[in-house]
Each structure stands twice: as structure tokens, then as C-alpha cells.
């Protein structure tokens, strides 16, 4: 296994060589702040390659920033090019985005980093995320440079968490939910933090017509949820941003999970494997028998 | 003052909890929430700072403000009945100095508002002094202290043997009476002088800078550099114990013949929200999010300052905290302050530069 410092040094190589010969604006990759957080960093210069790090707390899904760059500064002209660095579950999203046609793969330079699962807490043995426990890839499957060696990680299917919820009544889980809604605060960052969620206005906050009240109760924050998750069918990669930056801990893994097991399950499909195979809740091929 | 044991100081608790609404920092599902609480020992003492700010019962997240009754031509109006008095328990010093900020914008600035400053005038603050402060707490940068009682009507410190019990107004004596005192005649502690104060450790130190050196670096590039991997979201405003913005909506709930009923709602809004200064006919004028991530530093120590004579920020660090990129208010502070420096340091050196005036003229 490629030893981190080594795979920072090969990410800072790459960045410094795509910047000083101009073939992206930007590579957005990972810094260490000075509280020692890693967060997410905009390098635009060659010596600010340098700042770039690689470990095991890299956990953001940098693809949402991508959303950023499609319309830079709200002028209509062709986006400049951007590097980013990916893991595989951000390698998924980024599939996703293409095969939606929202980028160019051409415009993207993709960092793409063999991930060995990112950790919560301080110090090194504190435990791996849960999405990265259930992770089958580890190896992006997209990339134009690939940063550290190729692993295959047996797949390890493990649905207990939704099942968990399966089990119970309806009335068991609406009230399972309306606890957990109960401190949300619809601040939205489930949504930004998403690079599945990229409506130029977000029905909830559309204000003619106002779909959704303004009101920060049960209704209005249970149908944000349930929308959210729902137009995410079949295309969540379950890279469980959502969850990790809800400032009150709302499992919102559990609602997409649920409909990611479906998918799964029904059509055999993963999103975000490939960028050409169509989602099968946005496709209707010819000859098509509904066997539900 | 007087000393009291932790079991006093629970059964007085639980006295309050039978005559008032006691609201008090709660474990809820784990995570640390102002809730109303049944009994004494609910309250989770241990916790520095809830991920919410107790503002929230004061200025709810959402609340109906009027009801309108349209029958047969008569219109009726009704205000909801009041929350009635209630008891914030075990609120920090920070988030009480926030409320003095709040009653600065909210109470005492024309016109009032008076939703806020009902709940306000009906509420007691029960404070507990904190022993030790959190990594990104800073408190003592914007001029508080981690045991001043100055905003409390009751302030308590806990010490070894139980708490050391101050009254601070005279509803914190009429609150108090009732309480079993194990020593009396301790002399009260000036703000901020106790030793215990003295000797933690602040590991978030900050210089604030003045408000008549923000508006010179209002374009600077630093604030779109910062917007880079600002999400938008809007977690720092609405943890923030001195965030005041919201929105009103009429909503229909309720028609027959001849009769409408009209739901008149407010609810929290932030300037973080794409939509927040969206004017009709589809105008932004702060249509970027640099523009809209800047106003939230803007706000807090240029315009409150100016506008209200308050402090905007009282160093809780929750939106440090809470922030899932990192953006940290306190780096800000410094990053700021540092621009300043230069500017001054420009400034000696080119003698002919233009004094920016201390007033902004163009606020987006």
C-alpha cells in the first residue's frame, strides 16, 4: 500500500504540472487548515500545489464544487478546465454528472486516489465511516492520473441499517422520522453538500410558486427530505455526504439507502459505474416489460 | 451568594420545573439541544455549548404571528396567546451576551419587534459558568468572560462540593428563594476576575478588528478565495446565538363560504440563502455567494456595530464548530486583521493615501 505522504507528494506533481502549463484554472483538491481540519482547497497557482494534502480525513465529495465552475461567475462563456481530486465514491458522482450531461469529461482533470476509508474523530485509530466500511471500490473508476495502487476490496454487502428500519410499522417509522426531523433545521446543507443536487432553484425554496411553506416544521422539513431522497432515486452514490455534514446528526443515509437497495436489488444497477449507461428510473427502452 | 450541594440545587430545579417551562441544554438523540426539560436530571450539565443557540426560544425557528379571520366581511385579527414566563437554564455566558446584543436590534431599536420582546421580557436566565473552554471558543476576544453573571438573574459556578449560587437581579433572588443553603456569605465574584477564569487556557485567541477598518477591504479577492468552498448552506447562520434575519408569509389555512382563514408565519431566513435578497421582479443584488458569505462577516462587526451600538459576534464558536468546510470565523478575524496591517503598513509608506471613511456608503 502506498505510503499517504507519498501519494500527497504525487497529487502536489500533478497539480503543479497542470497549473504551471495552464491546462486547468483550478485544481480543487484537499489542505489541512490551521487547526489541523482538513477542508476542502482551490489551488490556482503552482506554488499553491503545495498545500495539498492526502490522508485518511480527505472526506469531502469535492465534486459538488463542480457546479461551481460549470457557469463560472454567472457568465455563459465555456468554463475553464479543473483538476480535482476524487475518490471512488466521488469518481461515481462525477459519472453521474456526465452521464446527466451537466460536465464535459473533457473539461475535468480527474486526481483520482486509491481511498483506504476515511475516519471520524482524532487520532489514528479512530474508526472508520461507515460508508467506507461498506465500500467495495476503494479504486475510482474514472481517472486521468491514478494516484497510489489499484486494490480489489471484496464487495461486502450490508444492508442491516435499513433493515433495521424495514422491520419496523409505518407508524414505528413515521415516528422514528419525525424524531429525527423534529431538530432539523433546514439549512440545507444535506443539499449543498450533495453533487446530485444541482437545481438552479431547489423546489423547496422556489418562491413562486411556493411549493414549500417557509416554515421550519415537521411538514415542510419531512417533505424537503422525502423529495430530496426521492429525486435522488437511482442516482445517489451513496457517498453519504448528506449525513456527514447535517449539523444535528440526522441519519439521512437511511432514506437514500433505502431507495439505493431498491435500485440495486430491482435493476442490478449501481449509479455512477459508467457514464454512458442510462439510469433505469430515467430510461424507457423499447420493448420494455414493467415486471414489477 | 451563598454555596449549595448538587442535591439543593436539584430539588430547587425541580421546583422551578413544577411552576415554570424550564428549558435547559438536553441530550437529544446525543446531540446537546436547548429542549424543555421534565425533570433535574435531564439537564446534561457537562455540556459547554449546545450545537443550537438558546435564541431559538425567543426568536423561534418559525412561529405564527398574527391570525386573520375574514368572515362575511368582518376581519378579525388575533395575536397567538404568549409562551408565558419561562426559565432558560444553564445558559452560557456567551449566549446570554447575545441576547443583550439581540434586545439592542430587536428591543430597543424602533420599531420593536414584539414577538421577540414579549418572550424576552418574560423569560429568566438561569446562567452556568463554564470551567473550561472548548478549542474554538473565544468568548474573551469580543469582550466576555467564561463566568460573567452580568446578563444572568441567577448565575451559578460549580465548585467542588456543589454550586456557589448568585443572585444577580431581584427576579434572581425571588427565583431563589426556596433554595436550601449549605454556606452563606460568599462575596460575588467581579465579572470575569475568578481564578479559575484567569487560568484557562483560550486556544482561540482573536483580535477583532475595529469596524472602521472593514469597508476598505470590502472588494478585496480574499472573500471570493473564501467563497471557493463555502457550500451556501445556511448551518452558520442559524446556529449563531446573534443571526436575527427571517421572512414572513401569509398562508391560507382554513375558507368556506364566506370565511377565509390567514396563517400570518415568520420564519428564519439567512443572508447564506441564494434567495434571501431576491427582490420581485428577479433582482439580487448580492447575486454571488462571495457577495453573500461576505455580508455574514460584514454584518456581524460593521453593521451591527455601527447600526445598533452592539457586539455581533460573542465568541460562542459554534458556526467554527459547525461548519462542514472549515470556514472559520475566527481565521477570518485574523486573516482580516492582517489585511489591515498591510493596508496600514501601504499606507505609511505611500503618506498621500486616501483615509476611507468609516461609514459604508454602498452596502450590498
Request: charged share 25%; aromatic share 8%; glycine share 6%.
Amino acid at each position: 500500500m502506498m505510503d499517504m505522504t507519498e501519494m500527497t507528494e504525487q497529487i502536489r506533481v500533478k497539480a503543479r504540472e497542470l497549473l504551471s502549463k495552464d491546462e486547468v484554472a483550478c485544481v480543487i483538491g484537499y489542505e489541512t487548515g490551521p487547526r489541523g481540519i482538513v477542508r476542502p482547497f482551490f489551488a490556482y497557482e503552482p506554488d499553491e500545489a503545495d498545500r495539498l494534502v492526502w490522508n485518511d480525513r480527505c472526506a469531502h465529495n469535492l465534486t459538488t464544487y463542480l457546479h461551481d465552475w460549470k457557469h463560472p461567475r454567472g457568465q455563459s462563456q465555456m468554463p475553464p478546465s479543473v483538476g480535482i481530486v476524487v475518490k471512488a465514491c466521488d469518481a461515481r458522482a462525477l459519472n453521474l454528472l456526465i452521464q446527466e450531461r451537466q460536465l464535459t469529461r473533457e473539461w475535468i482533470y480527474v486526481i483520482a486516489v486509491v481511498c483506504q476509508g476515511m475516519r471520524d474523530g482524532d487520532g489514528e485509530e479512530a474508526p472508520l465511516q461507515a460508508r467506507c466500511g461498506r465500500c467495495a471500490e476503494r479504486t475510482p473508476v474514472v481517472h486521468d492520473v491514478l494516484v497510489g495502487e489499484p486494490t480489489v476490496t471484496p464487495a461486502r454487502v450490508d444492508w442491516s441499517d435499513v433493515q433495521a428500519l424495514e422491520v419496523m410499522t409505518a407508524r414505528e417509522r413515521l415516528a422514528f422520522w419525525a424524531r429525527q426531523f423534529d431538530r432539523c433545521l433546514r439549512c440545507y446543507a444535506c443539499r449543498q453538500a450533495c453533487p446530485g443536487c444541482y437545481c438552479y432553484e431547489c423546489l423547496a425554496e422556489q418562491v413562486d410558486p411556493l411549493w414549500v411553506g417557509i416554515g421550519i416544521d415537521f411538514s415542510e422539513k419531512f417533505f424537503f427530505h422525502v423529495m430530496r431522497a426521492y429525486h435522488l432515486a437511482g442516482r445517489c452514490v451513496d457517498c453519504n455526504e448528506c449525513e456527514r455534514v447535517c449539523p444535528v446528526n440526522i441519519p439521512l443515509s437511511l432514506l437514500n439507502r433505502r431507495i439505493v437497495r431498491e435500485i440495486t436489488e430491482l435493476f442490478d444497477y449501481t449509479s455512477g459505474l459508467s457514464p454512458d449507461e442510462p439510469s433505469p428510473l430515467t430510461t424507457f427502452r423499447p420493448n420494455e416489460e414493467l415486471t414489477l | 451568594m451563598v454555596t449549595t450541594t448538587r442535591e439543593s440545587l436539584w430539588g430547587w430545579l425541580d421546583n422551578l420545573i413544577a411552576r415554570y417551562p424550564v428549558i435547559a441544554p438536553r441530550r437529544v438523540e446525543g446531540v446537546p439541544l436547548f429542549r424543555r426539560i421534565a425533570a433535574a436530571d435531564e439537564v446534561a450539565w457537562d455540556v459547554l455549548r449546545t450545537v443550537v443557540s438558546p435564541k431559538a426560544w425567543l426568536f423561534p425557528d418559525s412561529e405564527v404571528i398574527l391570525e386573520i379571520e375574514k368572515r362575511a366581511g368582518d376581519v378579525t385579527l388575533s395575536e397567538p396567546p404568549s409562551a408565558g414566563e419561562q426559565i432558560l437554564f444553564a445558559i452560557r455566558p456567551c449566549d446570554a451576551r447575545a441576547l443583550r446584543s439581540l434586545d439592542a436590534m430587536l428591543v430597543d431599536h424602533s420599531p420593536p419587534d414584539v414577538y421577540f420582546a414579549r418572550r424576552r421580557r418574560q423569560v429568566a436566565l438561569v446562567g452556568l459558568a463554564c470551567r473550561q473552554p472548548l478549542v474554538d471558543c473565544f468568548c474573551t476576544s469580543t469582550g466576555g468572560a467564561p463566568d460573567d453573571p452580568g446578563d444572568m438573574d441567577v448565575m451559578l459556578y460549580e465548585i467542588d462540593k456543589g454550586y456557589l449560587v448568585q443572585a444577580v437581579t431581584e427576579r434572581g433572588t425571588s427565583l431563589l428563594s426556596g433554595l436550601t443553603a449549605a454556606e452563606t456569605g460568599h462575596a460575588p465574584p467581579a465579572p470575569g476576575s475568578r481564578g479559575e477564569s484567569r487560568r484557562m487556557a483560550f486556544q482561540t485567541q482573536v483580535s477583532v478588528p475595529e469596524p472602521a477598518a472593514w469597508p476598505a477591504h470590502f472588494d478585496d479577492a480574499y472573500w471570493a478565495r473564501l467563497a471557493d468552498r463555502c457550500l451556501g448552506c445556511r448551518i452558520c447562520t442559524y446556529v449563531c446565538p446573534t443571526c436575527r434575519c427571517f421572512d414572513v408569509r401569509d398562508y391560507v389555512t382554513g375558507a368556506g363560504p364566506g370565511i377565509v382563514q390567514i396563517q400570518r408565519l415568520r420564519a428564519w431566513d439567512a443572508c447564506l440563502a441564494e434567495t434571501y435578497r431576491r427582490a420581485a421582479g428577479g433582482h439580487d443584488p448580492r447575486p454571488l455567494k462571495a457577495q453573500r458569505l461576505r455580508n455574514r462577516f460584514y454584518c456581524k462587526f460593521l453593521y451591527v456595530p455601527e447600526d445598533f451600538g452592539a457586539i455581533g459576534c460573542v465568541g460562542c464558536g459554534r458556526c467554527i464548530a459547525a461548519c462542514p468546510v472549515n470556514i472559520d470565523l475566527s481565521e477570518v478575524l485574523a486573516e482580516v486583521a492582517q489585511m489591515v496591517a498591510r493596508r496600514q503598513q501601504e499606507q505609511m509608506e505611500v503618506f498621500a493615501l486616501p483615509q476611507t471613511e468609516g461609514k459604508v456608503s454602498e452596502r450590498m
